[in-house]
């Protein structure tokens, strides 16, 4: 079982039995070949730049950060670092580097190369970057050893053992041979420089990623020679192939799916609680949702019973927070179907006798995304105002959120839990450094960037709940958003996966490199 040293668990799954149905690794005659089935293509495979859980998923298995995160409750555990330590006051950490680890090209990863990474994660500003902003800048992470790196921290911040795990680890030498004009972005766009225990096989976008083993892995953990990220748009077709052994895992599953393989012979259910929000967020930066009467009355007008019953095993949102995290207020006040209020509201909008049509967006294959956009067009109906509905594949999703003038009205989206603090959902979808960004397109409100910001920062656990409490009560009162479900995380394996732990942090993005097929 995990342990906080380098020993891993392993999993084991079922060998392909319909070698047919999908492409395999290249000789991968007798070959362990591990098989995913997602909804969710990888648009770009530079780890200091790209989010999302498919993303993740590749970068945990191809890249390496310092410290990873493994087990329920979620603790850290080493990476690339084998030890560290943390100053009286919490502002310096000091990391020893594991002297086994080496990238793809067989190099030593060395401390210049952590040193690195974190100054062009930091001058990017892009992908995972938002989980440290004012905590770490280009200069923070400094080589003082040939294996040892001292990271100093510009202020005070409770979680950063719990974000390390999605700092991932470049090759400096072969990033700065690509560099470009654009710090290496174009060449990390679609190739690696990782020291994880796979490289990139064959590409299909849209259809599978391919993984290969590396030779001579420095991770020593598990047995598989690859693996296959398949995208499969339908959860049907999903369980199908779980049900013929024709994948290992499927990661998208709604409660149907869930009932469906209920007795099937050699599948397990996985349904676990995590902090996993579903929110859909208002475009209040440009056309008509940027009316902040018009929202509270789209807010009143939708009906909560009938997402709530369309999404299974669920329970709803009062606001931007999921219940149970450090922070949660349990007497916030958030909205109700309430059809007066929605009409009074809508008076004094702008728009007062509706008469508009708005877009909406949902992710292609999400089952449930696409019902509770039409929970929604029924909802408008009150205030006449008509939906356009839009099913969209993650690389659009994730173009169209770059800018308000590409983004819809109502944009649909799940965040995932990246580590177990209400920093994790709070920064990323709502403060404003993270507009064009899919977390958080385009809400930007000073006194919420400034709310976020002192709370990330303070250590009187008192303090920051109430920072945490007015920010939420702040946030509902703009209505940038309708504050969705929490549902059960759902997805399925076959019952030779062995010695499986489930993790509330980042679930569907499972390391696969410590596993095994029996």
């Not at 770490?136 to 719990?162: H, R, Y």
């Not at 956009?373 to 959120?401: F, G, H, Q, Y």
Request: aromatic share 10%; net charge neutral.
């Amino acid at each position: 079982m995990l342990t906080l040293n380098k020993r891993q668990f392993l999993i084991g799954a079922a060998g392909m039995t319909a070698a047919a149905t999908l492409p395999r690794l290249a000789n991968s005659a007798g070959k362990k070949i591990m098989v995913l089935a997602s909804t969710v293509d990888i648009p770009n495979f530079d780890p200091h730049v790209a989010t999302g859980y498919a993303p993740q998923w590749l970068f945990r298995n191809t890249y390496d950060p310092l410290v990873r995160v493994v087990n329920n409750p979620p603790v850290p555990a080493p990476g690339l670092a084998r030890s560290w330590k943390l100053s009286d006051d919490g502002m310096v950490y000091t990391f020893e580097l594991d002297s086994a680890a080496k990238f793809h090209d067989g190099t030593p990863v060395t401390a210049r190369d952590v040193e690195y990474s974190f100054a062009r994660l930091l001058r990017l500003a892009k992908g995972p970057a938002w989980m440290v902003s004012g905590i770490l800048d280009q200069n923070s992470v400094k080589v003082t050893g040939e294996m040892t790196v001292t990271m100093t921290l510009k202020k005070p911040f409770a979680p950063l053992l719990s974000v390390l795990p999605w700092m991932f680890v470049v090759n400096s030498k072969v990033v700065e041979a690509n560099k470009g004009a654009d710090d290496g972005q174009a060449y990390l766009l679609a190739n690696m420089a990782g020291s994880g225990a796979f490289k990139m096989g064959r590409v299909k976008p849209g259809d599978l990623y391919e993984l290969i083993r590396v030779e001579d892995d420095w991770h020593k953990g598990g047995n598989l020679d690859g693996a296959i990220w398949k995208i499969v748009r339908e959860a049907s077709t999903a369980r199908l192939m779980l049900q013929r052994g024709e994948v290992h895992f499927a990661l998208d599953m709604f409660a149907e799916d869930m009932d469906a393989i209920k007795d099937m012979p050699h599948v397990v259910r996985i349904m676990e609680p995590d902090y996993r929000t579903f929110t859909i967020k208002m475009n209040t930066a440009k056309g008509p949702l940027a009316d902040k009467n018009l929202r509270k009355a789209v807010s009143y007008a939708f009906n909560y019973k009938g997402m709530l019953d369309a999404a299974g095993p669920a329970q709803l949102m009062k606001g931007p927070l999921p219940t149970g995290i450090f922070g949660y207020d349990p007497d916030l006040k958030g909205y109700e179907q309430d059809l007066a209020k929605a009409k009074e509201y809508l008076a004094r909008s702008q728009y007062k006798d509706g008469g508009i049509t708005l877009s909406m967006h949902h992710a292609a294959g999400y089952e449930n995304q696409r019902r509770w956009c039409l929970i929604m067009l029924e909802s408008l109906k009150s205030l006449n105002i008509n939906l356009d509905i839009r099913a969209m594949t993650w690389p659009d999703t994730v173009a169209m959120a770059r800018s308000p003038d590409t983004m819809v009205d109502f944009y649909s989206i799940f965040q995932s839990p990246n580590y177990a603090d209400p920093d994790n959902t709070a920064f990323a979808a709502y403060h404003s450094s993270r507009n064009g960004q899919w977390q958080n397109p385009v809400y930007k409100n000073p006194d919420v960037d400034k709310l976020i910001e002192d709370a990330r920062a303070e250590v009187d656990k008192g303090k920051r709940a109430e920072l945490y409490k007015t920010f939420q009560a702040v946030v509902v009162e703009d209505a940038p958003d309708i504050f969705g479900i929490l549902e059960l995380r759902k997805f399925a394996m076959r019952d030779n996966v062995k010695d499986y732990v489930f993790s509330s942090v980042a679930p569907n993005t499972l390391e696969i490199w410590p596993l095994s097929i029996a």
